[in-house]
């Protein structure tokens, strides 16, 4: 069962002499329960087919299914939904709300679903747990490190239970150590949820993380080659 699948996508920014080709006639299929490392240098694509997959960005040409929807034939309050209910997303930037503790922040997403408060606390605090932050959660985002940003991001992205886990260079802001723990924690997740996992990336001591590494070169995606 395919948890992706592009076909013939194309994203163009900008028109005539000034347009750029961020994809280029892309079809891929992801399985569910993958883990795909996606790299490539900066300004190859990567974002692009992220947002792509995220319901953030549309296609100039192509066609995208995630989790079984064509996501150009939803309107916003469908587009809104599915984010919500099926994608999770940590973004490098993080963007927590800085006076909210952890576990609010964490919670987020249930809000926008309607789920009750009380629920929505301890589903947010069992993730907490699950991230290593049971010690920080009415802690302010303001007041946490680096790291643990990361990890109330990384619980805010899986709170809602979704199907596809997306994250744009997780390991960017953080030292190597910090970095390391970050992925061990999204690999551990992925065996115990089975959620399908798309992590773009360029940094070359991830290699071997996933169970699958796909190239952006010129906005074209192709698998990589095996390391020799």
């Known amino acids: 069962m395919s948890a992706i699948e592009l076909k013939g996508v194309s994203r163009t920014y900008g028109q005539g ?9 892309v079809d891929l299929e ?6 795909v490392m996606v790299r490539g240098r900066s300004g190859s694509g990567k974002t692009t087919l992220l947002n792509l997959l995220a319901g953030l960005d549309s296609p100039t040409a192509g066609s995208v ?26 973004f490098q930037a993080f963007y927590l709300e800085s006076g909210r503790s952890a576990w609010e ?36 985002a303001s007041n946490l490190s680096a790291g643990q940003r990361q990890r109330v ?12 886990l997306l994250a744009d260079e997780p390991t960017a802001n953080l030292d190597s150590r910090t970095s390391d723990a970050i992925l061990e924690l999204i690999g551990r997740l992925h065996e115990q949820s089975g959620v399908t996992v798309v992590i773009v990336t360029h940094d070359h001591a991830l290699d071997g993380i996933g169970t699958r590494d796909l190239l952006v070169e010129d906005g074209r995606v192709r698998d990589a080659e095996p390391a020799s």
């Open 153 to 164: 991001a990384l619980a805010r992205a899986l709170v809602n239970q979704p199907s596809l």
């Open 65 to 90: 299914q995630v989790a079984g929807q064509e996501l150009s034939r939803l309107g916003d309050r469908a587009l809104s939904r599915f984010r919500n209910q099926s994608v999770g997303y940590v």
């Open 30 to 35: 992801v399985a569910a329960g993958e883990f």
């Open 105 to 140: 922040n964490a919670s987020l997403p249930l809000v926008f679903a309607g789920v009750p408060a009380k629920q929505r606390r301890e589903r947010a605090c069992a993730l907490l747990e699950q991230v290593g932050l049971g010690d920080k959660l009415d802690t302010p």
């Open 17 to 25: 002499s000034t347009a750029v080709q961020a994809l280029i006639d």
